[in-house]
């Protein structure tokens, strides 16, 4: 299912003579927007001011921006608009693939945080999807259901309740019916296919290692077949039997082959700014429907291109 899209976002807003003309100010110094509009705006009150952003009425360089510690940057414009208007925010490495009351599939860019952790502010795909559904009800809310790591591209879903977020995790073994990704990993693998079975440990610096003892750690289990290959690069179809924290990226390691620029785990080669990994189909049952939904997108060019032939 390349495009099951039920919707259907503005663009941008429109502004006609009967509306107020937009309040913008510069930002000269760093700091939060909520501290800096109630200085812009003074003697508005706090909750006035909360009501604004919560209506999408607050655009931080022409981006709707709800968020009250939303951190500004010198140079930057803030606009406040009189009227509610519904404007979509332009998002950013992220294509929503489908979309209904219980879910949110997105195609995700590499370079795009799934989830920001505490230390990290900056744009995440969790944080423009709430922005997203927060447009027809500011109480709106979406849930995580799993993660890609930043430099992995590739199909995610995102829950709308708590409810359905509560029963795809307890189910998610047998919810999710594939789950296949593309790496790109150095060297020609000569077994054109294979499984791989260890149990994951981490390190104190936050570094995933395979055991092979049996029960020492969370069991992972890889499978693996080989689409194309030359003397340089081989590009692998995986599919997951687990899913388990940067499981690909340390058995593609045990294998002898890291995945293309993953320095972390083994890589001696940079063919690209990203990682060689990219999570291509996912395959589950609705929370609601119990329909069956396939997803797939396209192996990403960048990691095609290392099979080019050589001129003679």
Known sequence: MRSNNKTKRPQGGTFNRNQTPPKQFKVTEGGELLLFLLDKLSPQGRNSIKSLLAHGQVSVDDRVEKLYNHPLKPGQIVTIRKDRTTVAPVLVGLKILFEDDDLIVIN?????????????????????????VRLHDPKNRIFVLHRLDRDTSGVMIFAKSERVQQKMQDGWKDIVKERMYVALVEGMVKKTQGTISSWLKETSTLKMYSSFTPNDGQHAVTHYKVIQANRNYSLLEVHLETGRKNQIRVHMQDLGHPIASDKKYGSKTKPFSRLGLHARVLAFEHPTSGQVMRFETDIPKQFLSQFREEPK
């Open 108 to 132: 995700k860019d590499t370079g795009l945080l799934s989830i920001a952790t505490e230390k990290e502010t900056e744009l995440t795909a969790y944080r423009q999807l709430t922005a997203h």
